[in-house]
Protein backbone atom coordinates (compact mmCIF):
# COMPACT_ATOMS: atom_id res chain seq x y z
CA UNK A 1 0.00 0.00 0.00
CA UNK A 2 1.29 3.69 -0.59
CA UNK A 3 1.99 5.75 1.28
CA UNK A 4 -0.69 8.73 2.00
CA UNK A 5 0.12 12.44 1.04
CA UNK A 6 -0.54 14.41 3.86
CA UNK A 7 -1.37 18.60 2.84
CA UNK A 8 -0.26 20.35 5.42
CA UNK A 9 -2.67 22.30 7.26
CA UNK A 10 -1.55 25.76 7.66
CA UNK A 11 -4.82 28.17 6.37
CA UNK A 12 -3.08 31.21 7.77
CA UNK A 13 -0.05 30.88 5.38
CA UNK A 14 -2.38 31.24 2.12
CA UNK A 15 -2.08 34.49 0.65
CA UNK A 16 -5.26 36.58 -0.93
CA UNK A 17 -4.16 37.17 -4.81
CA UNK A 18 -4.93 40.84 -4.35
CA UNK A 19 -2.68 41.33 -1.14
CA UNK A 20 1.36 42.49 -1.52
CA UNK A 21 3.89 39.72 -1.68
CA UNK A 22 5.74 39.20 2.30
CA UNK A 23 8.47 40.27 3.32
CA UNK A 24 10.32 37.79 6.35
CA UNK A 25 12.72 40.67 7.26
CA UNK A 26 11.75 41.64 10.67
CA UNK A 27 14.39 44.92 10.89
CA UNK A 28 17.65 45.21 9.85
CA UNK A 29 19.50 45.17 13.64
CA UNK A 30 18.06 41.55 14.49
CA UNK A 31 20.04 38.97 13.52
CA UNK A 32 16.76 36.89 13.52
CA UNK A 33 14.25 37.92 10.86
CA UNK A 34 11.40 36.35 12.87
CA UNK A 35 8.67 38.62 11.51
CA UNK A 36 5.48 36.79 10.69
CA UNK A 37 6.32 35.15 6.98
CA UNK A 38 3.20 36.48 5.60
CA UNK A 39 4.19 40.75 6.60
CA UNK A 40 4.07 43.17 4.11
CA UNK A 41 6.36 45.14 2.50
CA UNK A 42 6.34 48.61 2.00
CA UNK A 43 4.45 49.35 -1.40
CA UNK A 44 7.60 51.21 -2.86
CA UNK A 45 6.53 51.65 -6.86
CA UNK A 46 3.50 50.89 -9.28
CA UNK A 47 3.80 46.83 -9.96
CA UNK A 48 4.06 48.04 -13.87
CA UNK A 49 6.02 50.79 -13.31
CA UNK A 50 8.83 49.73 -15.95
CA UNK A 51 6.70 48.40 -18.42
CA UNK A 52 6.93 50.87 -21.51
CA UNK A 53 4.02 52.43 -22.90
CA UNK A 54 3.44 50.63 -26.45
CA UNK A 55 4.08 47.17 -24.19
CA UNK A 56 0.99 48.34 -21.97
CA UNK A 57 -1.27 49.58 -24.47
CA UNK A 58 -1.18 46.39 -26.36
CA UNK A 59 -1.51 44.40 -23.59
CA UNK A 60 -4.01 46.47 -22.37
CA UNK A 61 -5.95 45.94 -25.43
CA UNK A 62 -5.29 42.35 -25.85
CA UNK A 63 -6.07 41.13 -22.49
CA UNK A 64 -9.44 43.67 -22.53
CA UNK A 65 -10.29 41.61 -25.91
CA UNK A 66 -9.48 38.14 -23.96
CA UNK A 67 -11.36 38.53 -21.45
CA UNK A 68 -14.52 39.35 -23.32
CA UNK A 69 -17.00 37.48 -25.70
CA UNK A 70 -14.70 38.81 -28.11
CA UNK A 71 -12.62 35.69 -27.44
CA UNK A 72 -14.37 32.84 -28.42
CA UNK A 73 -14.47 34.16 -32.24
CA UNK A 74 -10.90 35.38 -32.20
CA UNK A 75 -10.21 31.80 -31.21
CA UNK A 76 -12.51 30.52 -33.91
CA UNK A 77 -10.89 33.10 -36.91
CA UNK A 78 -6.77 32.09 -35.73
CA UNK A 79 -7.81 28.45 -35.93
CA UNK A 80 -9.40 29.13 -39.36
CA UNK A 81 -5.86 31.08 -40.40
CA UNK A 82 -3.61 28.30 -38.63
CA UNK A 83 -5.75 25.47 -40.88
CA UNK A 84 -6.17 27.15 -43.98
CA UNK A 85 -4.13 26.31 -47.54
CA UNK A 86 -5.07 29.61 -48.84
CA UNK A 87 -1.64 31.97 -50.00
CA UNK A 88 -3.97 34.69 -48.99
CA UNK A 89 -4.33 33.99 -45.48
CA UNK A 90 -0.23 32.98 -45.34
CA UNK A 91 1.92 35.47 -44.00
CA UNK A 92 4.72 33.98 -45.65
CA UNK A 93 3.06 34.70 -48.78
CA UNK A 94 0.56 37.48 -47.98
CA UNK A 95 2.45 40.65 -46.26
CA UNK A 96 -0.99 42.57 -45.20
CA UNK A 97 -1.80 39.58 -43.41
CA UNK A 98 2.18 38.86 -41.52
CA UNK A 99 1.40 42.66 -40.65
CA UNK A 100 -1.69 42.17 -39.42
CA UNK A 101 -0.04 39.31 -37.31
CA UNK A 102 3.03 40.81 -36.42
CA UNK A 103 1.45 44.14 -35.49
CA UNK A 104 -1.15 42.55 -32.94
CA UNK A 105 -0.35 39.17 -31.31
CA UNK A 106 2.94 38.37 -32.32
CA UNK A 107 4.67 40.82 -31.40
CA UNK A 108 2.98 40.62 -27.94
CA UNK A 109 3.74 37.13 -27.54
CA UNK A 110 6.89 36.26 -29.59
CA UNK A 111 10.64 37.34 -29.34
CA UNK A 112 11.35 37.64 -33.00
CA UNK A 113 11.88 36.66 -36.22
CA UNK A 114 15.64 36.23 -36.28
CA UNK A 115 18.62 36.58 -33.93
CA UNK A 116 18.41 40.40 -34.37
CA UNK A 117 14.88 40.65 -33.34
CA UNK A 118 15.49 38.25 -30.31
CA UNK A 119 18.61 39.14 -28.94
CA UNK A 120 17.02 43.04 -28.77
CA UNK A 121 14.11 41.39 -27.23
CA UNK A 122 16.42 39.60 -24.55
CA UNK A 123 18.02 42.68 -23.64
CA UNK A 124 14.52 44.33 -23.42
CA UNK A 125 13.25 41.31 -20.93
CA UNK A 126 16.75 42.31 -18.92
CA UNK A 127 16.83 45.94 -19.05
CA UNK A 128 13.22 45.66 -16.70
CA UNK A 129 15.07 43.47 -14.45
CA UNK A 130 14.42 40.02 -15.36
CA UNK A 131 16.86 37.94 -14.29
CA UNK A 132 17.66 36.09 -17.52
CA UNK A 133 14.80 34.65 -20.32
CA UNK A 134 13.86 31.21 -21.48
CA UNK A 135 14.12 30.56 -25.31
CA UNK A 136 12.13 28.00 -27.57
CA UNK A 137 12.03 27.54 -30.63
CA UNK A 138 8.03 27.53 -31.89
CA UNK A 139 8.48 25.62 -34.86
CA UNK A 140 6.53 22.38 -34.63
CA UNK A 141 7.97 19.62 -36.53
CA UNK A 142 5.41 17.57 -39.12
CA UNK A 143 6.91 14.73 -40.93
CA UNK A 144 4.39 13.20 -43.61
CA UNK A 145 5.44 10.18 -46.75
CA UNK A 146 3.83 10.83 -49.54
CA UNK A 147 3.46 8.99 -52.68
CA UNK A 148 2.95 5.67 -53.17
CA UNK A 149 5.78 2.72 -54.18
CA UNK A 150 7.29 0.04 -53.16
CA UNK A 151 7.53 -0.87 -49.43
CA UNK A 152 11.82 -0.30 -49.92
CA UNK A 153 11.18 2.90 -51.42
CA UNK A 154 8.23 3.62 -48.45
CA UNK A 155 11.11 2.58 -46.15
CA UNK A 156 13.83 4.66 -47.43
CA UNK A 157 11.69 7.93 -47.56
CA UNK A 158 10.27 7.32 -44.47
CA UNK A 159 14.23 6.91 -42.90
CA UNK A 160 15.28 9.90 -44.54
CA UNK A 161 12.03 12.30 -43.20
CA UNK A 162 13.00 11.02 -39.95
CA UNK A 163 16.78 11.84 -39.81
CA UNK A 164 16.05 15.16 -41.44
CA UNK A 165 13.58 15.80 -38.65
CA UNK A 166 16.09 14.93 -36.06
CA UNK A 167 18.83 17.37 -37.64
CA UNK A 168 16.58 19.78 -38.25
CA UNK A 169 15.81 19.90 -34.80
CA UNK A 170 18.90 20.05 -33.43
CA UNK A 171 20.13 22.57 -35.88
CA UNK A 172 16.93 24.84 -34.28
CA UNK A 173 18.24 24.20 -30.84
CA UNK A 174 21.84 24.83 -31.06
CA UNK A 175 20.64 28.20 -33.14
CA UNK A 176 18.06 29.35 -29.98
CA UNK A 177 20.64 28.51 -27.79
CA UNK A 178 23.64 30.90 -29.65
CA UNK A 179 20.79 33.88 -28.76
CA UNK A 180 20.62 33.66 -24.92
CA UNK A 181 23.51 33.71 -22.60
CA UNK A 182 25.29 32.56 -19.68
CA UNK A 183 22.74 31.65 -17.45
CA UNK A 184 19.63 31.68 -19.58
CA UNK A 185 17.62 28.56 -20.21
CA UNK A 186 16.10 26.92 -23.45
CA UNK A 187 12.92 24.93 -23.53
CA UNK A 188 13.38 21.62 -25.44
CA UNK A 189 10.37 19.31 -26.77
CA UNK A 190 11.67 15.76 -27.23
CA UNK A 191 8.82 15.06 -29.69
CA UNK A 192 10.35 18.02 -31.75
CA UNK A 193 12.39 15.59 -33.19
CA UNK A 194 10.43 14.07 -35.56
CA UNK A 195 8.58 10.80 -35.90
CA UNK A 196 11.27 8.29 -35.01
CA UNK A 197 11.28 10.56 -31.43
CA UNK A 198 7.58 10.41 -31.02
CA UNK A 199 7.16 7.03 -31.89
CA UNK A 200 10.33 5.63 -29.31
CA UNK A 201 8.44 7.66 -26.44
CA UNK A 202 5.29 5.83 -27.00
CA UNK A 203 6.52 2.37 -26.61
CA UNK A 204 8.09 4.03 -23.45
CA UNK A 205 11.88 3.25 -24.77
CA UNK A 206 13.75 3.84 -21.37
CA UNK A 207 16.83 4.81 -24.53
CA UNK A 208 16.26 7.59 -27.35
CA UNK A 209 17.36 5.76 -30.40
CA UNK A 210 21.26 6.34 -31.40
CA UNK A 211 20.56 9.68 -33.65
CA UNK A 212 18.61 11.02 -31.26
CA UNK A 213 20.61 10.38 -28.39
CA UNK A 214 23.59 12.04 -29.96
CA UNK A 215 21.61 14.96 -31.20
CA UNK A 216 20.83 15.32 -27.35
CA UNK A 217 24.28 14.66 -26.19
CA UNK A 218 25.66 17.66 -28.81
CA UNK A 219 22.79 19.85 -27.43
CA UNK A 220 23.77 19.42 -23.77
CA UNK A 221 27.66 19.74 -24.28
CA UNK A 222 27.35 22.21 -26.05
CA UNK A 223 24.42 24.13 -23.27
CA UNK A 224 27.47 23.23 -20.86
CA UNK A 225 30.24 24.97 -22.38
CA UNK A 226 28.48 28.22 -22.74
CA UNK A 227 26.91 28.25 -19.24
CA UNK A 228 23.81 28.15 -20.20
CA UNK A 229 20.69 25.73 -19.08
CA UNK A 230 17.83 24.17 -20.48
CA UNK A 231 14.49 22.34 -19.58
CA UNK A 232 12.67 19.29 -20.87
CA UNK A 233 9.34 20.45 -21.22
CA UNK A 234 6.19 18.03 -20.29
CA UNK A 235 4.32 16.62 -22.39
CA UNK A 236 1.33 13.76 -23.13
CA UNK A 237 0.74 10.96 -20.49
CA UNK A 238 1.31 8.88 -22.97
CA UNK A 239 5.08 9.71 -23.30
CA UNK A 240 5.85 11.14 -20.43
CA UNK A 241 7.31 7.85 -18.70
CA UNK A 242 10.06 8.19 -21.47
CA UNK A 243 10.44 11.63 -21.56
CA UNK A 244 11.45 10.77 -17.51
CA UNK A 245 13.62 8.13 -18.27
CA UNK A 246 15.72 10.23 -21.16
CA UNK A 247 16.11 13.25 -19.19
CA UNK A 248 16.96 11.50 -15.71
CA UNK A 249 19.91 10.05 -17.78
CA UNK A 250 20.89 13.43 -19.06
CA UNK A 251 20.80 15.08 -15.23
CA UNK A 252 23.01 11.73 -14.68
CA UNK A 253 25.69 12.56 -16.81
CA UNK A 254 25.13 16.72 -17.25
CA UNK A 255 24.65 17.83 -13.30
CA UNK A 256 27.61 17.34 -12.10
CA UNK A 257 30.32 18.69 -9.73
CA UNK A 258 27.76 21.62 -8.57
CA UNK A 259 26.34 22.57 -12.01
CA UNK A 260 22.85 22.08 -13.01
CA UNK A 261 22.42 22.27 -16.82
CA UNK A 262 19.29 20.00 -17.47
CA UNK A 263 16.07 20.13 -15.66
CA UNK A 264 13.12 18.20 -16.10
CA UNK A 265 9.41 19.21 -16.08
CA UNK A 266 6.83 17.77 -13.49
CA UNK A 267 2.87 18.56 -13.72
CA UNK A 268 1.39 19.19 -10.25
CA UNK A 269 -2.12 18.33 -11.87
CA UNK A 270 -1.07 14.67 -12.22
CA UNK A 271 -2.02 12.37 -8.44
CA UNK A 272 1.45 11.21 -9.03
CA UNK A 273 3.34 14.12 -8.93
CA UNK A 274 4.20 14.02 -5.60
CA UNK A 275 5.75 10.67 -5.75
CA UNK A 276 7.13 11.60 -8.85
CA UNK A 277 9.43 14.22 -7.13
CA UNK A 278 10.08 11.71 -4.67
CA UNK A 279 11.81 9.08 -7.35
CA UNK A 280 13.64 12.02 -8.96
CA UNK A 281 14.94 13.06 -5.63
CA UNK A 282 15.98 9.29 -4.29
CA UNK A 283 17.74 8.71 -7.57
CA UNK A 284 20.10 11.68 -7.30
CA UNK A 285 20.23 11.33 -3.79
CA UNK A 286 21.59 7.65 -4.09
CA UNK A 287 23.30 8.62 -7.19
CA UNK A 288 25.41 11.34 -6.44
CA UNK A 289 23.51 14.09 -9.20
CA UNK A 290 21.99 17.14 -8.78
CA UNK A 291 18.39 17.54 -9.38
CA UNK A 292 16.71 20.13 -11.44
CA UNK A 293 12.74 20.41 -11.58
CA UNK A 294 10.47 22.49 -13.02
CA UNK A 295 7.34 22.39 -11.71
CA UNK A 296 3.93 23.76 -13.62
CA UNK A 297 0.65 22.76 -13.08
CA UNK A 298 -0.02 20.94 -16.57
CA UNK A 299 -1.57 21.70 -19.58
CA UNK A 300 -2.77 18.74 -21.29
CA UNK A 301 -6.16 18.15 -19.29
CA UNK A 302 -7.95 18.01 -22.62
CA UNK A 303 -5.69 14.84 -23.74
CA UNK A 304 -4.28 13.36 -21.17
CA UNK A 305 -6.35 10.57 -19.22
CA UNK A 306 -8.57 11.75 -16.33
CA UNK A 307 -8.86 9.92 -13.95
CA UNK A 308 -5.16 10.18 -13.22
CA UNK A 309 -5.96 14.30 -12.72
CA UNK A 310 -6.47 15.84 -9.32
CA UNK A 311 -10.06 16.09 -9.06
CA UNK A 312 -10.69 19.79 -8.70
CA UNK A 313 -8.65 22.87 -9.31
CA UNK A 314 -8.35 23.42 -5.86
CA UNK A 315 -6.67 20.08 -5.38
CA UNK A 316 -4.30 20.86 -8.06
CA UNK A 317 -3.42 24.12 -6.73
CA UNK A 318 -2.57 22.00 -3.27
CA UNK A 319 -0.14 20.12 -4.83
CA UNK A 320 1.59 22.40 -6.40
CA UNK A 321 2.36 24.48 -3.48
CA UNK A 322 3.03 21.45 -1.28
CA UNK A 323 5.57 20.59 -3.87
CA UNK A 324 7.35 24.05 -4.04
CA UNK A 325 7.07 24.18 -0.11
CA UNK A 326 8.78 20.86 0.66
CA UNK A 327 10.74 21.07 -1.78
CA UNK A 328 12.35 24.61 -0.38
CA UNK A 329 12.57 23.03 2.63
CA UNK A 330 14.36 20.18 1.77
CA UNK A 331 11.95 17.74 1.95
CA UNK A 332 10.36 14.85 0.08
CA UNK A 333 6.41 15.76 -0.77
CA UNK A 334 5.64 12.39 -0.87
CA UNK A 335 7.51 10.63 2.44
CA UNK A 336 10.78 11.12 4.26
CA UNK A 337 13.84 9.87 1.75
CA UNK A 338 15.17 6.14 3.01
CA UNK A 339 19.07 5.79 2.92
CA UNK A 340 19.94 8.55 1.53
CA UNK A 341 20.39 12.86 2.25
CA UNK A 342 18.31 15.04 -0.14
CA UNK A 343 20.48 15.68 -2.74
CA UNK A 344 21.65 18.68 -4.43
CA UNK A 345 18.91 20.74 -6.18
CA UNK A 346 17.40 23.06 -8.04
CA UNK A 347 13.49 24.86 -8.38
CA UNK A 348 12.02 26.86 -11.09
CA UNK A 349 8.45 27.76 -10.24
CA UNK A 350 6.49 28.25 -13.99
CA UNK A 351 3.52 29.31 -13.00
CA UNK A 352 1.08 32.50 -13.90
CA UNK A 353 -0.66 31.80 -10.37
CA UNK A 354 -0.11 34.81 -8.12
CA UNK A 355 -0.48 32.84 -5.14
CA UNK A 356 2.04 30.13 -5.98
CA UNK A 357 4.88 32.82 -6.87
CA UNK A 358 3.73 34.82 -3.79
CA UNK A 359 4.50 31.68 -1.45
CA UNK A 360 7.05 30.50 -3.22
CA UNK A 361 9.23 33.62 -3.21
CA UNK A 362 8.08 34.26 0.54
CA UNK A 363 8.79 31.06 1.77
CA UNK A 364 12.60 30.87 0.07
CA UNK A 365 12.84 34.45 1.58
CA UNK A 366 11.97 33.50 4.93
CA UNK A 367 14.34 30.53 5.37
CA UNK A 368 17.55 31.99 3.18
CA UNK A 369 17.05 35.26 6.07
CA UNK A 370 16.82 33.22 8.84
CA UNK A 371 19.67 30.85 7.55
CA UNK A 372 17.40 27.91 7.29
CA UNK A 373 18.10 25.29 4.55
CA UNK A 374 16.57 25.43 1.19
CA UNK A 375 17.37 25.33 -2.41
CA UNK A 376 17.89 27.69 -5.17
CA UNK A 377 14.69 28.96 -6.51
CA UNK A 378 13.77 30.51 -9.99
CA UNK A 379 10.48 31.68 -11.21
CA UNK A 380 9.30 32.27 -14.47
CA UNK A 381 6.21 33.59 -17.25
CA UNK A 382 5.42 33.42 -20.65
CA UNK A 383 6.08 36.60 -22.61
CA UNK A 384 2.75 38.73 -22.71
CA UNK A 385 1.16 37.02 -20.52
CA UNK A 386 1.28 37.52 -16.05
CA UNK A 387 3.11 40.54 -16.29
CA UNK A 388 1.36 42.34 -13.18
CA UNK A 389 2.69 38.82 -11.28
CA UNK A 390 6.43 38.91 -12.42
CA UNK A 391 6.80 43.02 -12.82
CA UNK A 392 4.78 43.41 -9.20
CA UNK A 393 7.34 40.78 -7.81
CA UNK A 394 10.56 42.87 -9.26
CA UNK A 395 9.11 46.52 -8.25
CA UNK A 396 8.46 45.41 -4.81
CA UNK A 397 11.94 44.20 -4.02
CA UNK A 398 13.64 46.07 -6.23
CA UNK A 399 16.69 47.60 -3.88
CA UNK A 400 16.22 51.54 -3.47
CA UNK A 401 19.76 51.81 -4.15
CA UNK A 402 23.14 50.06 -3.43
CA UNK A 403 24.02 52.40 -0.70
CA UNK A 404 25.20 50.45 1.73
CA UNK A 405 23.70 52.65 4.06
CA UNK A 406 20.33 51.54 2.83
CA UNK A 407 20.59 49.56 5.91
CA UNK A 408 20.77 45.79 3.98
CA UNK A 409 22.89 43.06 4.82
CA UNK A 410 24.81 41.14 2.33
CA UNK A 411 22.04 38.62 2.89
CA UNK A 412 19.26 40.78 2.22
CA UNK A 413 20.47 41.99 -0.67
CA UNK A 414 21.03 38.68 -1.83
CA UNK A 415 17.04 37.33 -1.78
CA UNK A 416 16.30 39.68 -5.04
CA UNK A 417 13.80 37.66 -6.68
CA UNK A 418 15.35 35.74 -9.55
CA UNK A 419 11.99 36.25 -12.50
CA UNK A 420 12.67 34.91 -16.43
CA UNK A 421 10.23 35.45 -18.90
CA UNK A 422 9.60 32.81 -21.45
CA UNK A 423 10.10 33.52 -24.72
CA UNK A 424 9.33 31.50 -28.29
CA UNK A 425 11.01 32.48 -31.56
CA UNK A 426 10.44 31.91 -35.04
CA UNK A 427 8.49 33.56 -38.41
CA UNK A 428 5.23 34.56 -37.85
CA UNK A 429 4.30 31.09 -40.06
CA UNK A 430 6.13 29.04 -37.99
CA UNK A 431 4.49 30.94 -34.98
CA UNK A 432 0.77 30.23 -35.59
CA UNK A 433 -0.08 27.02 -33.63
CA UNK A 434 2.30 28.39 -30.70
CA UNK A 435 -0.10 31.71 -30.93
CA UNK A 436 -3.24 29.86 -31.18
CA UNK A 437 -2.11 27.95 -28.00
CA UNK A 438 -1.49 30.82 -26.30
CA UNK A 439 -5.40 31.96 -26.99
CA UNK A 440 -6.54 29.06 -25.97
CA UNK A 441 -5.11 29.14 -22.61
CA UNK A 442 -6.22 32.42 -21.86
CA UNK A 443 -10.05 31.05 -22.82
CA UNK A 444 -9.45 28.33 -20.02
CA UNK A 445 -8.30 30.74 -17.44
CA UNK A 446 -10.65 33.89 -17.77
CA UNK A 447 -10.44 35.08 -14.13
CA UNK A 448 -6.65 35.65 -14.65
CA UNK A 449 -6.98 37.46 -17.81
CA UNK A 450 -9.71 39.65 -16.46
CA UNK A 451 -7.05 40.32 -13.16
CA UNK A 452 -4.29 41.01 -15.80
CA UNK A 453 -6.50 43.42 -17.63
CA UNK A 454 -7.72 44.87 -14.66
CA UNK A 455 -4.01 45.88 -13.46
CA UNK A 456 -3.17 47.45 -17.20
CA UNK A 457 -6.28 49.49 -16.90
CA UNK A 458 -5.08 50.39 -13.62
CA UNK A 459 -1.81 51.52 -14.72
CA UNK A 460 -2.89 53.29 -17.94
CA UNK A 461 -5.33 55.65 -15.38
CA UNK A 462 -2.06 56.23 -13.18
CA UNK A 463 0.30 57.37 -16.36
CA UNK A 464 -2.69 59.69 -17.51
CA UNK A 465 -3.22 60.75 -13.92
CA UNK A 466 0.13 61.26 -13.26
CA UNK A 467 1.56 63.17 -16.98
CA UNK A 468 -1.47 64.70 -18.19
Given at each position: MKPKVFWPRKPETFYSASKPLADAAASSSSPVHNASLHASPAQKRAPLADLPTKTLLR??????????????????????????????????????????????????????????EVRKTVQDMKTLGFKGVILGYARE?????????????????????????????????????????????????FTG??????????????????????????????????GSRFWIDAEQQIFQPAIDAWTID??????????????????????????????????????????????????????????????????????????????????????????TKFPDARLFVATHNAESVRRAYSTSRHRILNGLPTIPLEMGQLQGMADEVSCGLLAEYRPESDDPSSGKSPVEASVFPK??????????????????????????AVVRTQDTAAAMRKEAWRRIGLRW
Open positions: SLFLTSAMASPLLKPSIAVLKYVVDSKSPLLSPSKNPIMNYILRATIYNHFCAGVNETSVAKIDGAGSHVEEWKNAQAIEDRAVDEWKEGNLRTLRMVGRGDYMNIKAGPAAVEALARGDLVPPPRIKQAIIEICEATAAQLMRQFNRDGRVVVLNTVQAYLKSSAENVHRHLTLAGKEGWALGIKLVRGAYIQHDIRDRIHDTKADTDRSYNHIVESLLSRQSPFQELQDVFKCLAWGTTEECLHFLLRRAVENQG
